[in-house]
């Protein structure tokens, strides 16, 4: 264990509450997440009051268990990181000093790290040679962008949603079709039996050079498809089969993964990307990996696709990121801030 750089990471940038101690960025000794998703399930998405009080309940138990699990002992430890933006500000900040506070009294040197990042990051923990320049895909509740990606440190945004993320169409979509919160997997679910041609829906490309992505239309076709065009209508939904709510889900998730698919594909020939990185919470999705993968063969790239326990949120990509930062220098001052804003 000596010559290893041991990182404690903290994530509370919206509704789990991770730390995890990895080792070298890679060796995983230890992931904790509690989730909220009980909590907000009645409210069909996150209410940031209740996850800032629920991530001041959980931090020290999910920090001890950090530990307990890793079997080490904090003079292992060489540096505190914490994703201090983008996120929920009140959620950020429970992170955020909890690690200043361990960094202070421990005497450990802290390093801050960008949420949307360390998805992006966790899909370097794939299996699989990483040849650069790469482009990467992350995709989550509250973030749908593009990088051209040189380092683990070298990210430039390619393109990023105008509206609604990705993740956060799937769970409108699911909400408005009567399925359980978070949408994603429950449309997924509800997508296996359904028929993707089904309904036709828009896919917007928002013009033929664009980078950005745009959702909410998609979003209103389907609800418009099931209300009426002037919302006037009866809500159809409640009369609907499963089979006709399943073709809606796959059609809906038909659409989205094709938009993700074709964009991603632009974006790589413009870089020349020789690797294709998927992650964040959507990457959990089995058709988009599927059509990413086919994709990335059919142009010859590699495709690395963060495992599915670190494409929700997680603390493992985290201190994975923040491994890089160590080895470059990088280091925060007690005076960081939350910052909601990417
Ligand atoms: O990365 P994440 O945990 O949180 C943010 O940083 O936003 O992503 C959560 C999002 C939710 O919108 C959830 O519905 C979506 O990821 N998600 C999925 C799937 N699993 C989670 N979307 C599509 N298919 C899935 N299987
Ligand atoms: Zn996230």
């Known amino acids: 264990m000596d010559n290893e750089i041991n990182i404690l990471g903290i994530e509370t ?4 509450t991770a730390a995890a101690i990895v080792a070298d960025g890679v060796r995983v000794r230890s992931s904790v997440v509690a989730s909220q998703v009980a909590l907000h399930q ?3 998405g996150v209410v940031p009051e209740i996850a800032s009080r629920a991530h001041i309940e959980n931090i020290m138990p999910v920090l001890i268990e950090a530990f307990e699990r890793a079997g080490i002992v904090k003079e292992d430890i060489d ?13 950020l900040m429970v992170g955020l000093i909890a690690a200043k506070t361990l960094a202070f009294t421990w005497g450990k040197p802290l390093i801050a790290v960008n949420h949307i990042h360390a998805h992006l990051q966790s899909a370097m ?12 895909l992350v ?4 973030h749908t962008a593009l990088y051209d990606c040189r380092s683990p440190l070298e990210l430039t945004l390619l393109g990023s949603t105008h509206d609604d993320a990705a993740g956060e169409a799937f769970d409108k979509v699911a909400s408005i079709l009567g399925l359980p919160y978070p949408g994603g997997p429950s449309i997924e679910k509800a997508a296996k039996t359904g028929n993707p041609k089904a309904v036709e829906l ?14 909410s239309g998609l979003k209103t076709a389907v609800l418009y498809y099931c209300r009426g065009q002037d919302m006037k209508g009866e809500n159809k939904v409640a009369k609907m089969s499963q089979q006709e709510i399943a073709d809606i889900a796959a059609s809906f998730q038909a659409a989205v993964v094709s938009v993700l698919v074709k964009k991603t594909m632009r ?5 020349g990307a020789k690797t294709i990185l998927l992650g964040g919470g959507v990457a959990c999705n089995s058709a988009l990996r599927a059509a990413l993968e086919q994709m990335a063969q059919r142009t010859g790239r590699t495709m690395l696709i963060a495992p599915k326990q670190y494409c929700t949120d997680n603390a493992v990509m985290v201190a994975s990121l923040a491994y890089h930062k160590f080895k470059a220098g990088i280091f925060a001052d007690l005076t960081l801030e939350a910052k909601a804003g990417s």
């Open 13 to 16: 940038s919206c509704d789990e």
């Open 42 to 44: 009645k409210y069909g």
């Open 79 to 91: 540096a505190i990181a914490i994703a201090n933006q983008p996120g929920l500000a009140i959620a």
């Open 125 to 136: 923990l794939a299996q699989g040679k990483l040849e650069l320049p790469a482009v990467a």
């Open 139 to 142: 995709v989550s509740g509250g």
């Open 202 to 215: 828009p896919r917007s490309m928002m013009g033929p050079d664009s980078l950005d992505f745009s959702f």
């Open 267 to 271: 974006a790589a020939d413009r870089v």
